[in-house]
């Protein structure tokens, strides 16, 4: 009886203390598994676009970039990599500015990028769906809220990210007076192209002596 109990003492505490030692060591965390696999959803590397100091643009902020932006360094996709020759966005120029507008006359509104920074629906945008605002972005709007405003790649990820249920976003079609084709798969870099070369477009056709960007070689400057 004496040498049953004992056995059943012994095997109680060897099973205890493989629990022990089982809860205290470390559980594969998310930064080991990435370290054998693959990046985090949407990568962190490259980060998300940095300013032309070299400063990362946060995910989401609720303060307005200060410096040009480098979107190139945002994007990663099999056929490019992770760098491209550099291509400057300045925010500031493209807010305060009324020759970097579509009409020449008045400020682009924030929305015309930051388009999920709006109720929903959108009068003569039935393509647009998500709304993460309840209120029209402006200037003031984000100085009275200080409700961060997203960056374009907090949705639109990089080519390299592997597919989820939301990602990427379904391929639009717009009206037919429109008259431009469906966007195609909207990773950051196709939404990128998309907004600029629109915007570029119009801003051509309401005055032929504008150069803004259009083709590869005017946004994709080698440095020499």
Known sequence: ???????????????????????????????TVLAKGEAPLDGTNPPHAVDISGKVIPESS????????ILSKDSND??????????????TKHNTDVTHTLDGKTLTACVYCHHTEQPM?????PYLKKSERNEVLTAGQLETSKQAVNSCRH????????????FPPKSVKYPREMGVPPSGKLS???????KCLSCHDAAIKR????KPPQGCGDCHVKKT
């Open 1 to 31: 009886m004496k040498t049953t109990l004992l056995v059943i003492l012994v095997v109680t505490l060897t099973c205890l203390a493989v629990t022990v030692a089982y809860n205290a060591a470390p559980s594969p965390s998310t930064s």
């Open 155 to 166: 949705c639109h990820f990089q080519e390299a990210t592997a597919p989820t249920d939301e």
């Open 62 to 69: 609720a303060m307005q970039p200060d410096k040009p932006i």
């Open 121 to 125: 629906p959108v009068v003569g945008k």
């Open 207 to 210: 005055d032929p002596k504008l």
């Open 78 to 91: 099999p056929k490019w990599g992770e760098l491209k020759p550099e291509a400057t966005f300045d925010h």
């Open 188 to 194: 950051n870099d196709n939404a990128y192209h998309i």
